[in-house]
């Protein structure tokens, strides 16, 4: 039996012998509020993060739900990418977390971040608290949240592959900087103006990541002015990984991002409303099928004795 680290490792290109800890680039441009630093992750925490990953089955999540249908003018439909979620779970289905209303029954609490991962975050946090401005960091700040995407091609039937390597423009509504660290096949992130449906975005400023680079942005400019999409991913390297149990689908790029969510809106599983159970409890079983921690989160707690 092949463990699922070996798995996943399997379709990585060969990398030179690590050499120690390679400098990170000074950030290309220089804008307040936004930091790119190209080789931010080093040889040996890539191949950590790598084995860690080849522990984790991620999921395909459809965008609506029972108790959230569809609109009148749109269809049930799956996300472009199956993902993954560390330090809490949004679930598509439950409206993701938007305050100052989305903020109940959106976050539920997922596995703790790897070793790797948290001494990274704690390297990010300190280089957003020394380089941000502390008005645009909220109060309690911190990168809590982590949001695995992985990009790549949906392979049909007949051989025929549909390219959504790709993320349409939106906003990260979670208060304060977002971070995201980027593997595999570079790709095209663009920060675009938008006054709706009706009218053609414009590009700001744009920016290829590249493998093992760091990207941060925040403020007001960044963060709540303009969206931000990724417009497509490159091939050019020829880079494939494999993913546990993910079939028809074959991934070039893995992009972790670093988000922030008050505690108080973090809630394990048995804490949501009814409906919204309902809505992701098979989310919840699959992945309870590889995850001690989610099936323990599908065990409600025992019932308190009443005194007397």
Known sequence: MVKASSMFKSKRPQQRPHQGPVKAKAPQRSFRNLIYLENYISAR???????????????????????????????????????????????????????????????VTAERYPPVITHLVQKIETLIKETFDPRDLPRGWNLNTCLINYYGDQIHEDDKRLDCARVGEHKDFEPGPVASISFGEKALFQFVSSKGTESKSQVVLQQWLEDRSLQVFGGDKFKKQLFHRVQRVDRKSGIRYQLNEIENFETRRINFTFRFVPDEHIVPYFKLKQTAQEDVREYMEKLASHSNFFAQQLISPPAKKSEG
Not at 86 to 107: E, S, T, V
Request: glycine share 4%.
């Open 45 to 107: 925490e890539k191949d950590e993060i790598f084995d860690f990953l080849g522990t984790l089955y991620p999921i395909w999540e459809m965008r609506y739900s029972k108790h959230n249908p569809p609109p009148e003018n749109q269809k049930q439909r799956p996300l472009l990418r199956p993902v993954y979620w560390l330090g809490n779970w949004q679930f598509a289905c439950l409206n993701y977390y938007h305050p100052p209303k989305g903020i109940y029954d959106r976050c």
